[in-house]
């Protein structure tokens, strides 16, 4: 069984996910395939495809930003895609590698069209990574215009001009409306968000979380290597870390209120690492900010540099980084109502607070703080429970089982 996974690039949540999901099937023996859109395009082995692909997918780019800075408002800063024509031709690609399956994964930014989805002649599986696939232009939402549909009459008030995201949504449904996708959701949090999507709430779906190898993660020596790579380690360290925190939906401006209006700032210790937050610089509390992590070693580090890992996302489809902690022994603070729901349990292994309560936040900081103190066996429970529920031998029988039942056509 031979299994071709499709994804914009090799950076993000999504990429890493699936590079994990990659080498846990090839340690089952299967034959796995990764085609980075991004990667391909960039090639000049081939200068007619590099330069046909290449204009193709920055026309497409061009006339987005022309239509939202001149015909559209949508009085947010959330990226958007459009994917109305694809660069390149998919189904010739798929033909040429043969693979039983074709894997879905985070497929935005103008990559492939919705007329390419539908005509990809293999059994199809889609990891929902965002919200994008049953939505218009949007990779999330807090309105219910999936569910309704795309409607003059519930568009949000602060969108203006052409609605971009009704024209999309709808070219959306006419193709996948007729295209039997398999769907697997991270979470509960986005599964449900599915169910009561038009789009897909037919199709059939899989809840099976991001999975991650045990051996790839080690608990250190805290103190110690806080010693040497902290300036203070008699404080309590909290890690906050985002590929992109810059964006509100990572809930870094409700860590900034806990701090400053809530915590006792001679206590704590925040590192940062990722994209540097907007408000970082106005924090007053000590503070490091490490940047980007690319590899394994350096992120492995980090966590355990921590004592508490905080992302307050309000939006997100499973929180890779709750599970990263977890395997290092981490406890995490989250907020309710959110995929975090499907990882974090209350008091156990972190903390939920109130949905967007920074108040909250900060209590289940001091919490967890005090609570490490007093159970010496934490970060071996937290680990335990980590591997237990997310490891790759706890579910990649699942995604294989998933797999042959949709080769063979067997819901």
Known sequence: MKILHIIFSDEGGAAIGLRRLHEALKLKKIESEIFYFREFIK????????????????????????IINIFTKFGHKESISMNIISP?????????????????????????????????????????????PFCGTEHF???????????????????????????????????FLKKR??????????????????????????IIPYILNLQEWKIQNKKKIQSKHLKNNSKTVIFFSAT???????????????IEKYL?????????????????????????????????????????????????SIMESFGQVYIEAGICGIPSVAFRKTAAEDIIQHKKNGYLANYKSSKDLAFG?????????????????????????????????????LYKKNLANVD
Not at 184 to 203: A, H, T, Y
Not at 244 to 258: D, P, Q, W
Not at 272 to 290: D, H, M, Q, S, Y
């Open 264 to 312: 006792d700032k001679d206590e704590y210790y925040l590192l940062v690492a990722g994209v540097k937050p907007n408000l970082f610089e106005k924090i007053t509390i000590e503070k490091r900010f490490i940047g980007q992590l690319t590899s394994q070693k350096e992120i492995n580090l980090a966590y355990n540099l921590a004592d508490i890992y905080v992302m307050p």
């Open 244 to 258: 992109s925190s810059v964006n509100h939906r990572k809930g870094f401006s409700y860590l900034y209120e806990a």
């Open 181 to 206: 996708i398999h769907i697997i959701c991270p979470s509960k949090w986005i599964g449900d968000r599915v169910e009561k999507s038009l789009m897909f709430k037919n199709q059939k779906k899989s």
């Open 365 to 401: 900081i001091d919490w967890i703080k005090i609570k490490s103190k007093k159970d010496s066996q934490m970060s071996t429970k937290i680990r335990k429970y980590t591997n237990k529920k997310f490891s790759a031998g706890a579910n990649i029988e699942k995604i294989i089982l």
């Open 141 to 175: 939402v807090n309105n219910n215009r999936f569910s309704q549909g795309y409607k003059g009459v519930n568009r949000p008030p602060r969108e203006r001009g052409i609605d971009l995201n009704k024209i999309i949504w709808k070219l959306k449904k006419k193709y």
């Open 43 to 66: 090639c000049k082995k081939n200068f007619l495809l590099y330069i046909s692909s290449n204009i193709l997918w920055w026309s497409q780019k061009i006339l987005k930003k022309i």
């Open 88 to 132: 390149i031709n998919y189904q010739k690609i798929i033909n040429k590698k043969k693979p039983d399956i074709v894997h879905l994964h985070w497929i935005g930014n103008e990559m492939i069209s919705a007329k390419s989805i539908s005509n990809i002649n293999k059994p199809v599986i889609w990891t929902m990574h965002d919200m994008w």
